[in-house]
């Protein structure tokens, strides 16, 4: 079992920055990918950004040029550096975290949430 703590939301003005992190602890097979989601409020849950164990990243338009993931795989530990935040990037943000054995899902983990609120 894998579980997930995100941490380092809360209140932005817009134009500024928030960095999340998320640490696992359990299993995590050697190859996964690690993702940020967000959910509005009344609205879907959106990939926000994802990599993979290899680093691989990506970035829907929504964000590309703006957020940054990445990984410290000894610390177990995601990251998401926001920055030049928009008040349309308000919402509860999910870590998540899927192994895999070869193309086959083995795992589907979430984190509470953790919210971010950017006031314009």
């Known amino acids: 079992q894998v579980q997930l703590v995100e941490s380092g939301g809360g209140l932005v003005q817009a134009g500024g920055s928030l960095r999340l992190s998320c640490a696992a602890s359990?299993?995590?097979?050697?190859?996964?990918?690690m993702a940020w989601y967000r959910q509005a409020p009344g609205k879907q849950r959106e990939l926000v950004a994802v990599?993979?164990?290899?680093?691989?990243?990506h970035y829907p338009d929504s964000v590309k040029g703006r957020f940054t993931i990445s990984r410290d795989n000894a610390k177990n530990t995601m990251y998401l550096q926001m920055n030049s935040l928009k008040p349309e990037d308000t919402g509860i943000y999910y870590c998540?975290?899927?192994?895999?054995?070869?193309?086959?899902?083995?795992?589907?983990?979430w984190g509470q949430g953790t919210q971010v609120t950017v006031s314009s």
């Open positions: 998540n975290a899927k192994n895999y054995s070869g193309s086959r899902v083995t795992g589907d983990y």
């Open positions: 359990g299993i995590i097979s050697s190859s996964n990918t």
């Open positions: 990599i993979n164990s290899g680093g691989f990243t």
